[in-house]
């Protein structure tokens, strides 16, 4: 650019970018535009949505589809939501998207417009060829789309058709209307414009303006034509014969006169039209006299006819003209026109508009001796750049106000963005000083990973991290790049059914594995990381074309700027103070100190404020130093600093500088040329000695920030959420790579400066050192939460009210999407800064800090640890274990924290540390207190379970019971019991609690079979019967059950009870036998035995082993139980031949009976024995044992 051009830097702007990939899966709508020849019978209505995001096979089928070849945004005058519109041509020409782009809406308007309307179009649509307008009902957005076959589409959309898919099901034909308006067929429509919904102004080729208007009522399918030339019989006769030569150029296929106007705007009241025409003039209509009333060369130049293709202006460029009013107009101005001249570098001129009837009488060339050349972005002579306009708005001055103008420069793919406030009387002076600049997003600044050979992992895993973190790319993006590398590299395209990170390691794994590099790690290693570079070098190819400027826009309501990308969005916000000081160099912010609002940092009561270009000083010098450092080094810092953080210090912070200091080894890593260019680094404010401890403080405190006391009523909407997280994410990167630095230099220079050169005595290291790991601590809490994403259900949008309505968007809300934990957690909740009182670019701004706030506990609502803590429990109410955790190193060292830890483990199944965990937070938490566990759990606590917290230990111990028997874990379940009932006091009556405690060590000494405990158990309980038979049962199922029961010292008041559940689940006789036997019950034992025995004679054979032991023992036990009850009552025994007594009559059956059956029994084995015959293999013993 010219040497004359402003060069000031002042960086006092952010751009906050975002893409443009649909809102959730289902929220775009496809729409079948019918063309002119089918509306005179009723168009069939073609509409779909697309629940998947699309692919493509190669670079130019992504550009086709993705990449709009121009685009801009709408800002109605409605305050209601939707207002603010985003449309895009695509697919070249024949798609028309439209999306809402507000960052805002009130609590009270339910209705949200996230969904993207694309109008598929017949024809392709003109460069130039897109108007929007509001209509006067606010509930309705006018679009007006002019194709190549002449054809001019007027749009009547409903902006319920943005908020609800259903509504865009509405019969095409009574929204879209088509028509040709009859001088089209004399000619050629260039571009258009709508000075309202009801008037259009297009430029035709022959340099003639069509003015069309309708009628209210009038629904755009007649249009009422008027055309307006310069007066002349000749422009006239052009529009019915071609005339070719010098004086025509071709654009786009079409003949253009030098006098088509290429830009074109209606004066602020409505009496005339101005246009910037090809030939590198300005010309003005009068629509009610139908002729040109002003022309005048864009530089006030008289230039020949023959000159004038030297200064011919770009046909496809409108961006040359804005008109405004101001406030403080001056002699006699109603308003005022800027236009611009890329002739000579580009030049600016500003026009005083009277009354332009008058000609040059009413039109002054106001700043006639200055040339106002745009500002260089890079005056240094030796800079081979080439940067062009490449838009520009102006916003008039109004209620003391200065007016603004914010100019867009391009080279290339690079863009800066440039604003200048003003007084028209001033305008000349401030031009060359005042110019302030907006700072690119530089969250893709990062260069790829590194791969050293001291890493331990191999490049897969760096590589995934940087690829994937979120936000970085979008999924089209992803998904064709690696297409587009499977197809250069030879590699089958793995499955699609898995994700996305598994296919590109497949695809990666694949292309080595192909090189045959057999086992030698280093070479497949270094192999991987070169496929790695290539897959991303076709992803970052493909995202740069996504960020070729179109346009700049102004939203005058919101005094926000946006800029319009091939296939993405940004939104200018200010810098705030800590930016501000990063962004700019400290020499900068010294001249331009009275361009600041705030021109000083405060610091504590009493003490000098602090310039931001002294802060500068030091994170110019800090960011300096670390830049100089080797990767070795940085590795070493970032994992030294990484113990800091989160392992308990165990030194005096003078011990930990030093040890930060011999660990990193800076003396070995940092040579005398580093320490040199340091020094010198700081000389501004007097060296070694002008570091100040408030300084650091100064810095650290305006990351700080307090937020509105108050909620505004204003939800962020989905696009304003997504530009919000990737200001805040950027936001965090800023800060934490600031304090990064500032800590690495602290360190150095507190062990390298000799104090008797610098004694540096308002330089306090210990201080400064553990307030940068306090505030580092919160960032890399904020980097995780920005970092890491999780799958969430979308909530609806709104109630559905029809069933079609309810079933269309069901389909795409209800799918699931990913966010991160930032957004999700702590975005979703947090209202918009109101920007009533404020520009939206510093509502955005503070919204950003008060996000970031909100992470840290808000206005000390919470404690940081609270807050940790709060995340983790929301984690596990998600059950995001993996997350979990990853988070648990960001855990304090509290006792709610070391609750929710067990929690964690106890997810996992790691049960045994989880009850080290409880265990550990028993104490405190059973204590009372006012905290609220219910929502500080996130409802990982339900309004019961906190009542078990701060109530005391039993109740406290009850409740980690219940959680353990939740995951059947009976072991612990007793522990906890045990512990609970260890608080009780011996002499207290039983109570509920303690019953319920003593069920619960019960039943779970049941399951791991520890009887003793149990017994213990069911003795304390104050109704051990309830619980007897269960004991009973589990004790007979085990092998040993007889020793075990027979040891157990029950009391008197339950042996009958134990006789009779014995009996009923009919346990071995020798077992029931024993228990009477062991109590004295002679008789009792022998009714035991009887009935088996009775029932094994029945079943002997002659070879059968005999019965006389237990015919024995029967008769020991009723010769045991004395004369007099030495009988039982039984069947009948047999004849002694094998046949039992008559089968269910009972008779009393004495102790002479069983002799006589013992009797019987010796003879039949005596028998047996005479007769030779004798049984192998299934003794009467076996048949006895019915134990």
Not at 262 to 273: G, V, W, Y
Not at 518 to 542: S, Y
Not at 652 to 675: M, T
Not at 834 to 861: F, K, R, V
Request: with cysteine; aromatic share 8%; glycine share 6%.
């Amino acid at each position: 650019m010219d040497s004359e051009a402003p060069s000031s830097s002042l960086c006092l702007f952010k751009e906050t970018r975002t893409d443009l990939e649909p809102s959730h899966p289902g929220s775009v709508i496809q729409i079948q535009v019918p063309s002119t020849s089918t509306f005179s019978v009723r168009p069939r209505q073609q509409r779909r949505v697309l629940r998947t995001s699309p692919t493509y096979k190669d670079e130019d089928a992504f550009n086709k589809h993705c990449l709009a070849s121009s685009s801009s945004f709408h800002f109605g005058k409605s305050k209601r939501h939707p207002r603010s519109f985003l449309w895009r041509v695509l697919q070249e020409g024949r798609v028309l998207e439209l999306r809402c782009v507000d960052l805002s809406k009130r609590n009270r308007e339910e209705r949200e417009a996230s969904f993207t309307l694309q109008l598929i179009f017949p024809t392709a649509i003109k460069r130039g060829g897109v108007a929007l307008a509001d209509a006067e009902d606010q509930d309705v957005l006018s679009v007006f789309a002019l194709t190549k076959g002449n054809e001019l589409y007027t749009f009547t959309i409903r902006k319920d058709f943005f908020c609800h898919a259903a509504a865009s099901e509405e019969d095409i034909s009574r929204w879209c209307k088509a028509s040709k308006p009859a001088t089209f067929s004399i000619s050629t429509p260039h571009s258009l414009i709508a000075a309202s919904s009801l008037q259009l102004i297009v430029s035709l080729s022959d340099g003639r303006l069509l003015q069309l208007t309708r009628k209210k009522e009038e629904d755009g399918l007649k249009w009422h034509e008027s055309t307006y030339g310069d007066g002349q019989w000749a422009s006239s006769l052009r529009g019915l014969v071609r005339w070719q030569g010098s004086n025509t150029v071709k654009y786009n296929d079409t003949t253009l006169e030098q006098g088509t106007p290429t830009a074109m705007i209606l004066s602020p009241d409505k009496k005339h039209i101005f246009a910037v025409c090809l030939n590198h003039s300005l010309r003005i209509w009068n629509p009610n006299k139908a002729t040109s009333v002003f022309s005048k060369d864009l530089l006030w130049q008289h230039r020949e006819p023959h000159e004038i293709p030297k200064v011919m202006l770009d046909p496809g460029n409108s961006n040359v003209l804005r008109v405004f009013e101001a406030g403080g107009s001056i002699e006699g101005d109603l308003y005022y026109a800027v236009t611009f001249s890329s002739h000579d570098f580009g030049q600016f001129k500003f026009w005083g508009i009277r009354d332009p009837d008058h000609g040059d009488r009413g039109i002054r060339d106001l700043f006639p001796e200055h040339s106002l050349k745009p500002p260089d972005p890079d005056p240094s002579p030796e800079s081979k750049a080439i940067w062009k306009v490449a838009d520009f708005k102006v916003k008039g001055g109004q209620r003391g106000q200065q007016s603004e103008m914010w100019v867009l420069i391009r080279s290339n793919r690079r863009h800066k963005l440039y604003s200048l406030k003003f007084e028209i009387e001033d305008l000349p002076d401030l031009w060359q000083s005042n110019w302030t600049v907006a700072a690119s997003e530089t969250l893709d600044d990062h260069s790829a990973p590194y791969m050293s050979e001291a890493d331990p992992e191999d490049a897969t895993d760096k590589w995934v991290d940087f690829i994937l973190s979120p936000s970085k790319y979008p999924k089209t993006v992803l998904e064709t790049a690696l297409i587009i590398y499977c197809s250069e590299r030879s590699v089958s395209l793995p499955n699609t059914k898995v994700s996305l990170k598994e296919r590109m390691c497949s695809a990666i794994t694949l292309r080595v594995n192909s090189g045959n590099l057999g086992n030698d790690f280093e070479k497949i290693r270094k192999a991987m990381d070169q496929e790695w570079t290539v897959l991303w070098q076709n992803i970052r190819d493909l995202d740069r074309s996504r960020w070729e400027i179109s346009s700049l826009a102004y939203d005058a309501y919101a005094q926000m700027p946006y800029i319009a990308f091939a296939d993405g969005a940004s939104a200018i916000r200010t810098c705030d103070k800590v930016e501000l000081i990063v962004q700019n160099s400290s020499g900068t912010l010294g001249k331009s100190v009275g361009m600041l609002e705030r021109p000083s940092i405060e610091v504590d009561q009493g003490k000098e404020p602090k310039l931001p270009d002294e802060i500068a000083v030091i994170v110019e010098a800090a960011a300096m130093f670390r830049q100089s450092f080797s990767y070795t080094l940085r590795q070493s810092c970032s994992s030294i600093l990484a113990e800091e953080l989160w392992l308990e210090p165990s030194y005096s912070v003078p011990l930990r500088i030093q040890s930060f200091y011999d660990r990193c080894n800076f003396a070995g890593e940092i040579s005398i040329p580093q320490i040199e260019k340091l020094a010198k680094a700081l000389n501004h404010i007097g060296g070694y000695d002008g570091l100040d401890t408030d300084a650091f403080f100064a810095l650290l405190d305006e990351m700080s920030h307090s937020m509105p006391p108050q909620d505004s009523g204003l939800a962020h909407t989905i696009f304003g959420r997504e530009i919000l997280v990737n200001g805040a994410r950027e936001m965090i990167a800023l800060r934490e790579s600031l304090l990064f630095d500032l800590v690495v230099f602290v360190v150095f220079v507190d062990m390298e400066t000799d104090r008797k050169d610098w004694p540096m005595l308002s330089f306090d290291a210990n201080t400064i050192y553990e307030a940068l790991l306090d505030k580092v601590k919160q960032y890399q809490i904020m980097h995780w939460l920005a970092r890491n994403t999780r799958a969430e259900k979308s909530k609806d949008l709104s109630k559905r009210t029809a069933t079609k309505a309810t079933n269309t968007e069901a389909a795409g809300n209800d799918q699931i999407k990913t966010s991160t934990v930032l957004e999700d957690l702590f975005a979703l909740p947090l209202p918009a800064q109101p920007y009533e009182m404020q520009s939206q670019s510093e509502a955005l701004t503070y919204t950003i800090q008060d996000l970031l706030q909100w992470t840290l506990g808000g206005n000390a609502n919470l404690r940081l640890d609270d807050v940790q803590v709060y995340v983790q429990c929301n984690l596990l109410a998600n059950n995001n274990v993996d997350l979990a955790s990853d988070f648990l190193r960001h855990q304090p060292s509290t006792e709610w924290a070391t609750y929710i830890k067990g929690r964690l483990h106890l997810v996992k199944g790691e049960l045994t540390e989880a009850a080290i965990y409880f265990k550990k937070a028993a104490f405190k938490l059973s204590r009372s207190s006012d905290f609220d566990y219910t929502g500080a759990s996130h409802g990982l606590l339900s309004p019961m379970d906190a009542l078990s917290f701060g109530n005391g230990l039993p109740t406290y111990y009850t409740h980690i019971l219940n959680l353990f028997d939740s995951v059947s874990c009976p072991t612990q379940m007793a522990h906890f019991a045990h512990l609970a009932l260890q608080q009780n006091h011996p002499s207290e009556k039983p109570s509920e609690q303690s019953s319920t405690l003593l069920t619960s060590l019960f039943q779970a000494s049941l399951q791991i079979t520890d009887f003793t405990t149990a017994y213990s158990a069911l003795t304390r309980h104050p109704s051990p019967s309830t619980l007897l038979p269960s004991f009973i049962s589990s004790l007979l199922t085990t092998p040993n059950a007889l020793p075990q029961l027979l040891s157990l010292p029950f009391p008197p008041n339950l042996h009958t009870e134990i006789d009779t559940i014995l009996s009923s689940q009919q346990a071995s006789p020798k077992i029931l036998a024993a228990w009477r036997l062991q109590h004295n019950n002679f008789r009792g034992a022998a009714a035991a035995l009887l009935p088996p025995l009775q029932a094994v004679q029945a079943r002997v054979k002659d070879d059968v082993d005999g019965l006389e032991d237990g015919y024995l023992a029967v008769i020991n036990l009723l010769a045991c139980a004395g004369k007099e009850n030495s009988w039982v009552l039984g069947e009948a025994l047999g004849d002694g031949k094998g046949q039992a007594g008559e089968k269910g009559k009972r008779k009393v059956v004495t102790i002479g009976d069983v002799r006589g059956a013992y009797q019987r029994e010796l003879d039949r084995r005596r028998s047996v024995i005479e007769g030779g015959r004798f049984g192998f293999g299934s003794g009467v013993g076996d048949e006895m044992d019915v134990s």
